[in-house]
Structures are given as structure tokens and as C-alpha cells.
């Protein structure tokens, strides 16, 4: 299959280039137009004030890569516009660093978002995450973005799963139908583990930032939030606690639905 394939955490994102170097091994057609720099939580912004830059870079990936300094809803707006000289099959997103589970983290990622640019796009989209420990993620931040050694393998392995269902997924959709397929991987992810289908937990998710420092800003603090689930049907986060691979199907047709 051809696939364009994006994500948030930017270009040189190792998340990014293991889905790559994977799904190229399998023999599968690759273009990628990814973010300049990381675009976490962006959700589907487009940049609408401002002119956005796109340019060819080379990343030894193995295939036309390019670089665009916006969202990556901006990614895959412009690739398929202006970008690429055949059409694809579909559209891929990821492999994030980090949950894309319950419904505030889905409607405010930026990795969703960018399957989402290609499902209005008329084309079948995957978003993929990866699920980490707080304390694996900043660890991996402080570290240039260089996962050690364990984290690297559950990534590659992550990434094979990635390969078998991508095909799968995007051959079962149809166009034209608003769907994306949101893929989140468990932490450790396992060659035996299974896939769950899953629909997105209700967690609550206050106090996101921080009080006033002296100078009035107020910053970031990451919370998983509180899960108000019901027990059933099983959610995204249940089945990462179970250490499943959880697969949402976002039908963006059924908002507003009685």
C-alpha cells in the first residue's frame, strides 16, 4: 500500500522513524510529512494567520520526506494538496509518544488530529500511540528524545504490530466515511498482545495548570486525569491496563446523534 504518514512530536521524532523503517521493511510505499517541531496538543489546528514553510529534507528514512514549520492537520492538508505526485490508500498518524486514550486526550491530540486531516480528506486514517510511564516520558525527554534500551524494544515490537494492522485497517474502510482508527499501544507491548476493541473512557481531566508564578504565567502539569467510566463496555484505558492493545474506531459521523 502507499501511505502519507505525519505525526506531533515532529520530524526527528524516533517514534516517527521506527513506524517508518518497519512499514518500508514490509515493502510498503512511503511518504512522510511531518512537523518541523513538536506540535503536542495542538489538536486540528490549522495555521490560519500566518504563511507556512514546506521543504524536502533527508532523514535516511528511505522515502520523500518533507518538513512543514505548522500543525500537523497543516502536514496533511498541504501533502495531499501540493505535496505528492500519486494518491494514496491512506493515512497515518504516529507512532506518538505517550496515550492518545480517553476523550479529552483524543479530541486534543495532535497525532488524532493529523489522521483526522485525512479522513476529511475523503481517504481511511490510523492514528497510533505508544503508552508511557510519566517517569519513562520525562526520562526520555531529558534525553533528547532517545529511548533507552527496554523502551526502544517495546517500540520496535509496537511498531511490527503497527504493520499488520495499518494494511488491515485502512483495506476495511471505506472512503468517504469520517472514520479514524485510533491504535494505542500498552506499555510493555508484547508480540502476543492482543487487540481489544475499545470505546474512549470517560475521565475528567481539572487543573491542568499550574497557579500564577511571580511573573503571572502559569505552565503545564501533566494529570492522567480521573476515569468515570462505567465497567462496560471496555474502554481504551482498561484495555492499556490490561495490557491490550486498544482499538477505537472514531465515527466522526455520530456527533450530535440522539
Known amino acids: 500500500m502507499r501511505f502519507l504518514i505525519t505525526n506531533d512530536d515532529g520530524i526527528d521524532s524516533i517514534f516517527l522513524h521506527e ?6 521493511s514490509a515493502g510498503h510505499d512511503l511518504a512522510i510529512v511531518a512537523p518541523k517541531h513538536e506540535q503536542s496538543w495542538i489538536g486540528a489546528a490549522k495555521s490560519r494567520n500566518r504563511a507556512v514553510h514546506a521543504c524536502t529534507i533527508d532523514r535516511g528514512l528511505g522515502c ?18 501540493h505535496l505528492l505526485k500519486d494518491p494514496v490508500d491512506g493515512v497515518l498518524s504516529g507512532i506518538n509518544v505517550g496515550l492518545n486514550a480517553s476523550l479529552g486526550f ?24 505508544q503508552d508511557l510511564t510519566t517517569e ?7 534525553n533528547g ?21 495499518a494494511p488491515e485497517l485502512i483495506a476495511a474502510t471505506a472512503p468517504r466515511t469520517f472514520l479514524v482508527h485510533n491504535i494505542n499501544f500498552p506499555l510493555p507491548c508484547r508480540a502476543d498482545s492482543i487487540v ?3 470505546i474512549p473512557a470517560q475521565v475528567v481531566v481539572p487543573r491542568l495548570f499550574s497557579p500564577a508564578d511571580d511573573d503571572g504565567t502559569h505552565r503545564l502539569i501533566f494529570r492522567h486525569g480521573e476515569d468515570l467510566s462505567p465497567t462496560t463496555p471496555l ?20 456527533i450530535g446523534v440522539a
Open 19 to 24: 513506524l517508518v523503517h518497519a512499514l518500508g
Open 64 to 81: 520523500p520526506t518533507w518538513i512543514v514549520d505548522g500543525t500537523p492537520s497543516d502536514c496533511v492538508n498541504i501533502a495531499l494538496a
Open 106 to 129: 483524543i479530541i486534543a491530540s495532535g497525532t488524532i488530529a493529523g489522521a483526522w486531516e485525512g479522513a476529511l480528506h475523503g481517504l481511511p486514517a490510523v492514528a497510533f500511540s
Open 136 to 142: 519513562l516520558y520525562d526520562e526520555l525527554k531529558a
Open 145 to 165: 528524545g532517545i529511548p533507552d534500551a527496554t523502551l526502544h524494544a517495546v517500540l520496535k515490537i509496537s511498531a511490527q504490530h503497527a504493520v499488520r494492522l
Open 196 to 198: 481489544r476493541r475499545t
Open 235 to 254: 474502554t481504551d484505558r482498561a484495555a492499556l491496563a490490561a495490557g491490550q492493545i486498544s482499538h477505537t474506531v472514531l465515527d466522526y459521523t455520530r
